[in-house]
């Protein structure tokens, strides 16, 4: 609004002189500066607050990388900024560094950046990567247990052995064969409940370690590359790590697309069309949303 003040302030002037009762309405030379310091301080935030409001790309990755561009750059003070301007910065930094403040909330964005080929552990603190990296062995070594509950069944890289995919993909493999109890009692002896539960557990852990550090080793993808496609194109290499990706980037940055949804709902839902039920109103907002 500002900045369209000021490209048309010339025009807004004349049509204000022109008529005695709006004369004192002219913009003075010193509201014009503040206008200037204000659109200064505010129109480079306009851009990425657009940008992470989006639905139909990741957006909560961004956030970190985002963050410290503000900090290290676009909000940092400058000579030739006024005092209005140099104020406002400040303001909006101290807001944005108390509001990213929540330990929670941190440690969400750098997992979420951990996940992105594109950044990984570029933006997350030095202190802080080590103890980022054990949340995420930790969440996939949950995450895998409760999903693959014995270990043959656990996911495995398409490069690990030369017989890991079929030739026909489109095929749902052959039922194993149940074994008899017998097969499981070998003349090595028979292993204990626990024992085999931690030589599991320990074999799991160095998959997911070893996995993640290959994904971490692997170059960063160009700032331009969609991390969904990239995840697509490598789940076959990382298939544990890409189960964490899924998880993170599906998150929104901004609370932007709920509430685009809930103004859909309210175009659906009139006055004329007060009857609807639920469950209607809930595939209407979603044909809406998705056609």
């Not at 270990?151 to 995919?165: I, L, R, V």
């Not at 204990?192 to 370690?209: D, G, M, P, Q, R």
């Not at 932007?256 to 839902?269: C, D, H, K, Q």
Request: charged share 25%.
């Amino acid at each position: 609004m500002i900045e369209r003040v000021l490209d048309q302030e010339k025009a807004i002037s004349q049509v204000l002189k022109a008529d005695k009762k709006t004369r004192h309405l002219v913009p003075s030379w010193q509201d014009v500066d503040v206008m200037e310091s204000v659109k200064k301080a505010l129109s480079p935030l306009k851009d990425f607050t657009d940008a992470l409001s989006g639905e139909d790309y990741v957006s909560i990755s961004y956030v970190k990388p985002v963050l410290h561009l503000l900090k290290v750059n676009i909000l940092s003070l400058n000579d030739e900024d006024t005092e209005l301007t140099k104020t406002m910065k400040t303001s909006i930094l101290a807001y944005l560094t108390d509001k990213y403040q929540d330990p929670t909330t941190d440690d969400l964005l750098d997992m979420a950046s951990l996940v992105d080929p594109r950044f990984k552990t570029q933006y997350i603190d030095k202190d802080k990567i080590e103890g980022i990296q054990t949340r995420a062995l930790s969440e996939l070594e949950s995450l895998l247990t409760i999903q693959y509950p014995t270990s043959d069944q656990q996911p495995t890289s398409s490069t690990s052995t030369s017989t890991s995919q079929s030739p026909d993909e489109g095929q749902t493999p052959p039922k194993k064969a149940k074994q008899s109890l017998a097969s499981f009692l070998k003349a090595s002896g028979v292993v204990s409940a626990s024992a085999a539960t931690t030589s599991a557990s320990s074999s799991l852990k160095e998959a997911i370690e070893g996995e993640l550090k290959g994904y971490l080793s692997t170059p960063n993808a160009e700032s331009e590359v969609d991390p969904l496609g990239w995840w697509k194109v490598h789940e076959a290499n990382f298939p544990r790590v890409s189960q964490l990706a899924r998880k993170y980037l599906r998150i929104p940055a901004t609370s932007a697309p709920s509430e685009r949804a809930f103004s859909t709902g309210g175009n659906i839902v009139t006055c004329q069309r007060a009857t609807l039920k639920p469950d209607k109103v809930n595939q209407l907002v979603f044909l809406s949303k998705n056609l």
